[in-house]
């Protein structure tokens, strides 16, 4: 199918941009022939391989079925229609991603989408219809709007069918369900019912909580096997950060025998969240939804006396506490109670003690922590990030050290408090927290208001990039993150960035050096920026180095950096006005002082429709230059 390009009409429709494609055609953004708003256009061309209309059927159905639906995580269907051989819908427009695209988000941002996505298949079923195609890239994800929070949306009823149908609308022999979300009765040709969307729920919220597959394979048959004889592997043995009680929930949920699932999606995906709340460090931080429902409903083991309960070695001392002191004599071990429980050590272990990173979306975290005793504040933690309408926000907390378990593989955190918040509305502290040192090095810290997020020592940050490009990731971990197999890293507010040495084409002075470069082709607009490790202080100026003509050097103060930078653009552009474009690019130079361990590289920013002046008080002074 040739392409829509911006600017051309189908229906009315002028197409704004290629939003992306899936199995039953490409997606535009597209605005509307009478509204002020934007569409998303999907286009399906009919062609000669559409057997007897069978893909404009399917088209047909979509707009058929979805057009009953009336809920709010279920993605809208305006209008449908032929025209030039292409056969278009009219859906509603969502800014945001979807949740293919997200990777190490939070266990509690995880839980609240499979819940939002397990009513939408709930409401689906009510009104007779099954997905048969739930899977991470089937669920949109709405940016956050003002008084609206971020919002999870079913789209793509492409293969969806009414309960007691039997049509065929696929080919003999074809599993149109993505084969590593499909339940095992699909994959074997069996009846299916709302059971097998909650199985492929299931499949699709272990992903999100773990960045991986709850099955593998590699062919057709492999799927089948994996889905009808195959165990799944087990989310805390995958994060070991998370609650043992989440894998009885997926073993039922992923139960091979329907019947032997939860009653529904909602269910399902309420018991997960009870279950990852069930830990003992998380109870108090459990969102009032939770309480609200109580335990798990799980066919589990039958519940333990009220004496065992009581007993367990997490609840005994509250419980005793408290008789003791309604019985009037327990001042002396109710003093004991409010001190260290179980601590006979007093200070922070030294494998907690440093800088840990974490990037999640636009977000980055940095976590400091120190050497201290009961009640000192040893942890500081910055979080930087974009707000839904584009601007940024900075926020700054310390917290006490509560308690050091004699286990030594956690520190429980006292309740944070906000040193700086940039804007104040968008910054909130936490309450008592868990520090956890986890088997590969890294520590998670599960929080009321991000819930779990996973760190990375800033020392890992800078070994991940490996030889040559090590110091150029320990002077900026932050701002590059760390590398993973693939080649790239996410880094400073979301910024894809990779190894780049100088080519053929940069700059004459720059060869030899070593470089990493950020969001060098990104298509949204954010800065770009390019680190130069030259290994010591550049012989020659900036100017020199990398433009042409006459430049000026403007000194800037930066909170990281003792001393001034010097800022280093080009003579003839005009800071405040001129804006960059991919026919001419504003480029600006950042050095650091002399004697300044980072003296060694130049840093080079560029923002695609911003002026210099843009990029120096709406991004460097806000990037973490350490």
């Known amino acids: 199918m040739t392409e829509l390009r911006p600017g051309e009409v189908i229906a009315?429709?002028?197409?704004?941009?290629?939003?992306?494609?899936?199995?039953?055609?490409?997606?535009?953004?597209?605005?509307?022939?009478?509204?002020?708003?934007l569409t998303a256009l999907k286009i399906l061309k009919r062609g000669a391989d559409d057997r007897a209309g069978e893909g404009w059927k399917r088209f047909e159905r979509e707009a058929d079925i979805a057009a009953h639906f009336d809920?709010?995580?279920?993605?809208?269907?305006?209008?449908?229609?032929?025209?030039?051989?292409?056969?278009?819908?009219?859906?509603?427009?969502?800014?945001?991603?979807?949740?293919?695209?997200?990777?190490?988000?939070?266990?509690?941002?995880?839980?609240?989408?499979?819940?939002?996505?397990?009513?939408?298949?709930?409401?689906?079923?009510?009104?007779g219809v099954l997905h048969r195609d739930v899977k991470p890239s089937n669920i949109l994800i709405a940016t956050p709007e003002s008084g609206r929070p971020e919002r999870a949306l079913l789209t793509d009823f492409g293969i969806?069918?009414?309960?007691?149908?039997?049509?065929?609308?696929?080919?003999?022999?074809?599993?149109?369900?993505?084969?590593?979300?499909?339940?095992?009765?699909?994959?074997?040709?069996?009846?299916?019912?709302?059971?097998?969307?909650q199985y492929s729920l299931a499949c699709t919220l272990f992903v999100l909580l773990t960045d991986q597959r709850p099955f593998t394979a590699d062919n057709l048959l492999g799927w089948v096997h994996a889905?009808?004889?195959?165990?799944?592997?087990?989310v805390s043995v995958i994060r070991p950060e998370l609650p043992a009680a989440l894998d009885a929930v997926f073993a039922r949920a992923l139960a091979k025998d329907a019947d032997d699932r939860f009653?529904?999606?909602?269910?399902?995906?309420?018991?997960?969240?009870?279950?990852?709340?069930?830990?003992?460090?998380?109870?108090?931080?459990?969102?009032?939804?939770?309480?609200a429902r109580g335990a798990p409903a799980l066919r589990a083991k039958p519940r333990k006396l009220l004496s065992q309960r009581l007993f367990h070695r997490r609840i005994i001392i509250p419980m005793l506490a408290v008789a003791v002191v309604a019985s009037g004599v327990g001042f002396a071990l109710s003093r004991n109670v409010s001190e260290p429980a179980n601590t006979g050590i007093g200070s922070v272990p030294d494998k907690f003690v440093g800088t840990w990173l974490a990037t999640e979306g636009q977000t980055n975290y940095r976590l400091v922590v120190q050497q201290g005793r009961i009640g000192d504040s040893i942890l500081q933690n910055r979080v930087d990030g974009v707000l839904p309408n584009g601007a940024p926000f900075h926020c700054e907390f310390a917290a006490p050290l509560g308690q050091v378990p004699v286990e030594g593989d956690r520190l429980l955190i006292g309740t944070s408090e906000i040193v700086d918040g940039q804007p104040a509305n968008a910054c909130r502290a936490n309450g008592p927290t868990t520090l956890t040192l986890l088997s590969d090095g890294r520590v998670s810290r599960k929080t009321d208001v991000s819930g779990l997020i996973t760190y990375t020592s800033a020392d890992q940050v800078a070994n991940s990039w490996g030889g040559s490009y090590t110091a150029i990731a320990r002077a900026f971990p932050t701002l590059v993150g760390q590398l993973a197999a693939n080649g790239s890293a996410v880094g400073w507010q979301g910024a894809n960035c990779m190894k780049r040495d100088p080519g053929p084409g940069d700059a004459a002075a720059a060869q030899g050096a070593h470089r990493a470069v950020c969001n060098a082709q990104d298509p949204t607009g954010q800065v770009r920026f390019d680190f130069y490790d030259f290994g010591t202080r550049p012989g020659q100026s900036a100017g020199a180095l990398f433009f042409n003509g006459s430049t000026r050097g403007t000194p800037v103060s930066h909170?990281?950096?003792?001393?001034?930078?010097?800022?280093?653009?080009?003579?003839?552009?005009?800071s405040a006005t001129a804006t960059d474009t991919e026919t001419r690019h504003?480029?600006?130079?950042v050095t650091f002082p002399d004697g300044d361990p980072?003296?060694?590289?130049?840093?080079?920013?560029?923002?695609?429709?911003?002026?210099?002046?843009?990029?120096?008080?709406d991004w460097l002074s806000r990037a973490p230059l350490k």
């Not at 069918?161 to 696929?170: K, S």
């Not at 009653?263 to 931080?285: G, K, Q, R």
């Open 598 to 617: 980072r003296s060694r590289f130049v840093l080079v920013l560029r923002w695609p429709g911003h002026t210099v002046d843009n990029v120096l008080s």
């Open 160 to 197: 969806a069918r009414l309960r007691d149908e039997t049509t065929n609308l696929t080919h003999p022999g074809r599993i149109s369900a993505t084969f590593a979300f499909a339940s095992p009765e699909q994959v074997s040709g069996k009846p299916v019912g709302p059971a097998s969307d």
């Open 263 to 291: 009653s529904s999606c909602t269910e399902f995906a309420e018991a997960a969240t009870s279950a990852y709340y069930s830990d003992p460090a998380l109870a108090v931080t459990a969102p009032a939804r939770v309480a």
């Open 559 to 574: 909170q990281d950096v003792a001393g001034e930078l010097t800022v280093t653009t080009d003579n003839a552009v005009d």
């Open 227 to 234: 889905h009808t004889q195959g165990k799944p592997l087990r």
């Open 71 to 127: 809920h709010p995580n279920i993605v809208q269907v305006y209008d449908r229609g032929i025209e030039d051989e292409r056969c278009w819908i009219s859906m509603q427009y969502i800014d945001g991603t979807d949740a293919g695209e997200l990777h190490g988000i939070s266990p509690d941002r995880a839980l609240r989408i499979a819940e939002e996505i397990g009513g939408a298949l709930d409401y689906a079923h009510g009104k």
């Open 12 to 37: 009315g429709y002028v197409i704004a941009r290629r939003i992306g494609a899936g199995g039953s055609g490409v997606v535009y953004a597209a605005r509307h022939p009478r509204l002020p708003r």
């Open 586 to 589: 504003v480029l600006a130079a």
